[in-house]
């Protein structure tokens, strides 16, 4: 099946389905007294809730769509060589396992679909926890759906200064040569908010938000944010400017004040 011929709305139909299924296990072991929680190599947490719904994503991907691929934060990826060439599904079963884990309802689950030539095409941001699922499909534009409000389109501001922006990140830790930036950015916007993870950049594709901002992701962090936030008409990079998710750090914004904010984060680099 080439891009041209796949059927992208079919595509994220299954990704709705595949966040049902997370969703259900995920509320279910939210809060819960018994929740199992081990630490990985890396040093950050990892709870039953991921590893079963990762599973049983993996599970109806492997009969809803058996030629292709999948990648997940918890149960690895194949081989690049094995990758290119294919569609494949890049699943973060909980995108904020800390807060998760503390009881505190800012967590998702994120769906994304990579086409061949690693753009993403299709993704899902579901928060059963905020009652909240935003969703895109290349071509189709972005949505969001509230818990007991009919699905409605979503599109970034038209801030256009960063005197007059606000802007969202998780915290100030993994910065390093750009933290002064950083922080001298604080001062210039107009607001900052400490969000975080997946929220920081659905509020950017809701025009809520004019800029979010983290300094280290993997690509499970990010591949289903790059698709919502660019059909929201927004722009996706990582620290560097480099499109997409595949760059190990994620900058989101309206698209108009991408360019000024990239330069004003990096400028410590160049003195």
């Known amino acids: 099946m080439t891009s041209q011929s796949r059927d992208y709305s079919a595509d994220l139909a299954l990704a709705h389905a595949l966040a049902d299924a997370a969703d259900a296990i995920t509320l279910a072991r939210f809060q819960a007294h018994d929740l199992v929680i081990e630490t990985k190599p890396d040093a950050t947490p990892v709870t039953d809730a991921d590893k079963a719904t990762e599973k049983a994503i993996r599970e109806i991907l492997s009969s809803q769509r058996p030629d292709d691929l999948v990648v997940g934060e918890e149960f690895g990826a194949p081989t690049p060589e094995a990758i290119a060439?294919?569609?494949?599904?890049?699943?973060?079963?909980?995108?904020?396992?800390?807060?998760?884990?503390?009881?505190?309802?800012?967590?998702?689950?994120?769906?994304?679909?990579?086409?061949?030539?690693?753009?993403?095409?299709?993704?899902?941001?579901?928060?059963?926890?905020?009652?909240?699922?935003?969703?895109?499909?290349?071509?189709?534009g972005s949505h969001v759906r509230t818990l007991g409000q009919p699905e409605k389109s979503i599109h970034v501001s038209a801030v256009s200064r960063l005197e007059d922006a606000q802007l969202s990140y998780s915290d100030l830790i993994g910065w390093g040569e750009r933290k002064t930036s950083m922080l001298n950015l604080q001062e210039k916007v107009w607001r900052t908010r400490g969000i975080g993870d997946f929220w920081s950049h659905m509020l950017v594709a809701e025009g809520a938000a004019d800029i979010a901002a983290e300094p280290v992701l993997a690509l499970w962090d990010m591949a289903a944010l790059d698709i919502i936030v660019r059909e929201a008409g927004g722009i996706f990079t990582n620290i560097n400017g480099v499109d997409g998710p595949h760059g190990g750090s994620g900058i989101s914004s309206n698209g108009t004040l991408h360019k000024e904010f990239l330069n004003a984060l990096n400028s410590s680099l160049s003195k």
């Open 85 to 140: 060439g294919k569609y494949y599904w890049v699943i973060d079963p909980i995108d904020g396992t800390k807060n998760f884990l503390r009881g505190i309802p800012v967590w998702a689950t994120l769906i994304g679909l990579v086409a061949p030539d690693n753009t993403v095409v299709a993704g899902v941001v579901s928060s059963p926890a905020l009652g909240r699922r935003w969703s895109a499909a290349q071509g189709f």
